[in-house]
């Protein structure tokens, strides 16, 4: 579009001018009158021709347009524009210039827009059939159990205690799945609201690693925090929450690791930060792997994860956590030989 080529006033003109084109043209018969006055009447008549019809054509015009142009003001400034203020706006200089490119800018927001909304539904898909996936194990795991038990495996001592031990075995893991789904839904819909308070981080470690100490007993492997400090390491987070953050970690490396094996814990301070690291010398992860680790229901080795009652949904909400108080996690890993994972937290000013 040219600057200012259909604005009201040229338009305007272009209408004056024919019209009193019009008009004068059909006055020849005045220069046959012997009237003195008849050519100052013509030019009267056509210059009021030419003002009226420009005054007229100026407002018919500009109303119109204006009233063409409201809906696209209000697309683009989402705000409802009265015609005067378009009107104003049309007689600008650049007008056509900023509706352009305003028009082009909302059109690619838009097209991102719509590109994203296709994401989150091919995402959408994906996470409903993740959960189905996930639950039918558990689901048909209880079926079978109570089955066999109706079918006979009651009366059967040798087998019934057993089978109804799984079958609470598969109901716990249920449990988790829900309760990790419950916990990734509110993360990923804003909802987390943390519980900022100023706490000791070493105790915090401190009471994970006893909580773990029994599962890591089990496989030999030993939990130690490396650099015990003497003072208390005052962080500022929501407590509940890196708590969670810690039991995650700590017991991924246990089910990840090796028997017999070791995960260390070390806290240092970085400027106005506090590195927590947990390394531990298990099965590692593959590089190509490695980068998806974080998404939800992701799992390197799938039978081993199920086997330690993972959900695949872990990582994925140790890293909501961590980012929902503006704080960063990361990983690295050599399969075979160990992986470790190091998130900051805010130091508490106190
Ligand atoms: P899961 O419930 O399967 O443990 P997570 O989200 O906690 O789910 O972890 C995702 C995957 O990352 C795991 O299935 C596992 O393959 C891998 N992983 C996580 N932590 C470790 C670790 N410390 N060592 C090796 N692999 C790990």
Redesign the pocket.
């Known amino acids: 579009m040219r600057k200012g080529l259909h604005t009201p006033i040229r338009a305007a003109l272009l209408i004056a001018v024919i019209t009193s084109a019009v008009v004068g043209g059909g006055f020849p018969l005045i220069f046959q009158s012997e009237w003195k006055g008849a050519l100052l009447l013509y030019l009267a008549v056509v210059l009021l021709t030419f003002f009226v019809s420009f005054l007229a054509a100026y407002f018919i015009v500009g109303f119109l347009l204006a009233k063409r142009v409201a809906p696209l003001f209000r697309m683009l400034y989402g705000r409802n524009i009265g015609a005067n203020e378009i009107l104003e706006q049309l007689d600008g200089e650049a007008v056509y210039e900023r509706l352009e490119r305003d028009i082009s800018a909302w059109s690619s927001e838009k097209t991102r827009e719509i590109d994203r909304l296709k994401e989150m539904e091919r995402y959408r898909k994906e996470f409903l059939g993740n959960v189905s996936h996930e639950l039918k194990t558990p689901i048909f795991n209880i079926q079978g159990y109570v089955l066999s038990l109706l079918d006979g495996a009651l009366e059967d001592p040798a087998v019934n205690r057993k089978y109804l031990e799984r079958t609470e075995k598969s109901i716990d893991r249920l449990i988790g799945i829900v309760e990790d789904l419950e916990a990734i839904s509110k993360l990923e819909a804003g909802e987390l609201k943390l519980n900022l308070t100023s706490f000791n981080i070493v105790s915090l470690i401190r009471d994970s690693i006893d909580a773990l100490d029994e599962r890591a007993r089990k496989r030999s492997i030993s939990l130690r925090l490396v650099n015990q400090p003497v003072q208390p390491v005052m962080v500022y987070a929501d407590r509940k929450r890196m708590s969670e953050v810690l039991l995650?970690?700590l017991?991924?490396?246990i089910?990840?690791?090796i028997d017999g094996g070791q995960t260390l814990i070390s806290v240092s301070e970085e400027g106005n930060r506090v590195v927590v690291s947990?390394n531990?010398n298990?099965?590692?992860?593959d590089s190509k792997?490695l980068p998806r680790?974080?998404e939800?229901f992701?799992?390197?080795?799938?039978s081993?994860?199920?086997e330690?009652?993972?959900?695949?949904?872990?990582?994925?909400?140790?890293k909501h956590i961590i980012e929902a108080h503006g704080q960063k996690i990361k990983v690295s890993?050599t399969p075979n030989e160990?992986?470790t994972?190091s998130f900051t937290i805010r130091l508490s000013e106190s």
């Not at 298990?282 to 992860?285: F, M, P, V």
């Not at 992701?298 to 799938?302: C, E, H, S």
């Not at 330690?308 to 140790?318: D, E, K």
């Open positions: 995650n970690l017991l991924n490396s089910n990840y690791g947990i531990d298990g099965i590692g992860i792997d680790i974080f939800r992701y799992r390197v080795d799938k081993r994860s199920r330690q009652g993972g959900t695949g949904l872990g990582l994925a909400i140790v890993s160990g992986t994972f």
